[in-house]
């Protein structure tokens, strides 16, 4: 797997691009039957859920099969690198690449920091009431609500969240408190249009019992490296013909008309870093056996509604 670093436009480190190969297929994968998904880590279910577009929600059921790939980050470990999203991408891409328990495939994917997931909450409202709502509650069923909720945003967990006494909860809280905690691992998924969390359960609940703001990581796939390069060149075509018709303006009326840099270079700027750093669509492949065997491994799991 090939690592880059992604900066904005300031040189600030945006980000952590990876080049994912000879990955055909994920160990933590999603199957789909219709519109009945399952999420499974290698062969155990981890998450059946029943998509309803007329409703614009899912039910889902936990199964408590889900297992982190990342090793407990150790207090010396998490000190030596506090404040430092970039320096733990790197090491959450290393995790990544070393396990088939994982959600990478063959492609182009993104880890960065989500701080859009932050940026709702309102000023007057506290940690705990804002991850209220968008942590997804029910265990082991639950509904992910797209109706009443902004699209993309709501965190499902892949198991039960601890309580604030919680032993692993209670050694976070120390590190909230002294702004050293690493951050959570998100995986945006389209077909749920929420995040998973792959490792951090009890670091978030920490972080909530505290009412401090919890680093987030996000993981969610990109623009493949062929269709980046041929949408850039696209984009900076239309950029070029953009200047050339402001260019033909001003032969035809004068210095008075602009250049058509300042309307031109902003909008390809947005573009290209669209393009870099949009999310894609999560791969979904199909089911073996189709809905008969999606429903008899949603009963044998107790999945009463679906």
Same mark, same amino acid.
């Given at each position: 797997m090939r690592r880059s670093d992604l900066t904005g436009d300031d040189g600030t480190w945006q980000g952590l691009a990876l080049e994912v190969g000879d990955r055909p297929r994920p160990? #933590?994968?999603?199957?789909?039957?219709?519109?009945?998904?399952?999420? /499974?880590?290698?062969?155990?279910?981890?998450?059946?859920?029943?998509?309803?577009?007329?409703?614009?929600?899912?039910?889902?059921?936990?199964?408590?099969?889900?297992?982190?790939?990342?090793?407990?980050?150790?207090?010396?470990?998490?000190?030596?690198?506090?404040?430092?999203?970039?320096?733990?991408?790197?090491?959450?891409?290393?995790?990544?690449?070393?396990?088939?328990?994982?959600?990478?495939?063959?492609?182009?994917?993104?880890?960065?920091?989500?701080? +859009?997931?932050?940026?709702? $909450?309102?000023?007057?409202?506290s940690q705990a009431e804002h991850w209220d709502t968008m942590l997804v509650e029910g265990h082991p069923d639950g509904l992910v609500d797209w109706f009443h909720h902004n699209s993309?945003?709501?965190?499902?967990?892949?198991?039960?969240?601890?309580? /604030?006494g919680d032993g692993r909860v209670k050694a976070y809280r120390k590190q909230a408190r002294d702004g050293v905690l690493p951050p959570v691992l998100l995986w945006w998924v389209s077909?749920?249009?929420?995040?998973?969390?792959?490792?951090?359960?009890?670091?978030? /609940?920490?972080?909530?019992?505290?009412?401090?703001?919890?680093?987030?990581?996000?993981?969610?796939?990109? #623009?493949?490296?062929?269709?980046?390069? /041929?949408?850039?060149?696209?984009?900076?075509?239309?950029?070029?013909?953009?200047?050339?018709?402001?260019?033909?303006? +001003?032969?035809?009326?004068?210095?008075?008309?602009?250049?058509?840099?300042?309307?031109?270079?902003?909008?390809?700027?947005?573009?290209? $870093?669209?393009?870099?750093?949009?999310?894609?669509?999560?791969?979904?492949?199909?089911?073996?056996?189709?809905?008969?065997?999606?429903?008899?491994?949603?009963?044998?799991?107790?999945?009463? +509604?679906?």
């Open positions: 160990g #933590l994968c999603v199957f789909g039957a219709g519109r009945r998904l399952l999420l /499974a880590q290698g062969s155990r279910p981890v998450l059946f859920a029943v998509v309803d577009a007329y409703l614009q929600d899912v039910d889902f059921r936990r199964t408590d099969a889900y297992r982190s790939f990342v090793p407990p980050p150790r207090a010396d470990e998490a000190r030596a690198l506090a404040g430092s999203p970039e320096r733990w991408a790197h090491r959450f891409a290393g995790l990544l690449a070393g396990t088939p328990e994982g959600p990478l495939h063959d492609g182009r994917w993104l880890l960065r920091p989500a701080p +859009r997931l932050l940026s709702w $909450r309102h000023p007057r409202t993309g945003w709501e965190v499902l967990p892949l198991r039960p969240m601890p309580d /604030a077909g749920l249009d929420c995040h998973l969390i792959l490792d951090g359960h009890a670091r978030l /609940a920490a972080a909530i019992a505290e009412s401090v703001e919890p680093p987030l990581l996000e993981l969610h796939r990109a #623009l493949p490296a062929d269709d980046l390069a /041929a949408r850039t060149r696209d984009a900076v075509t239309a950029y070029e013909h953009e200047l050339a018709r402001f260019a033909g303006l +001003r032969a035809l009326h004068g210095p008075t008309v602009p250049d058509g840099t300042a309307e031109a270079g902003p909008e390809l700027s947005r573009r290209l $870093r669209d393009l870099n750093t949009g999310q894609q669509p999560t791969w979904c492949w199909p089911l073996t056996g189709g809905e008969p065997r999606w429903h008899r491994l949603a009963q044998e799991a107790g999945f009463t +509604r679906a």
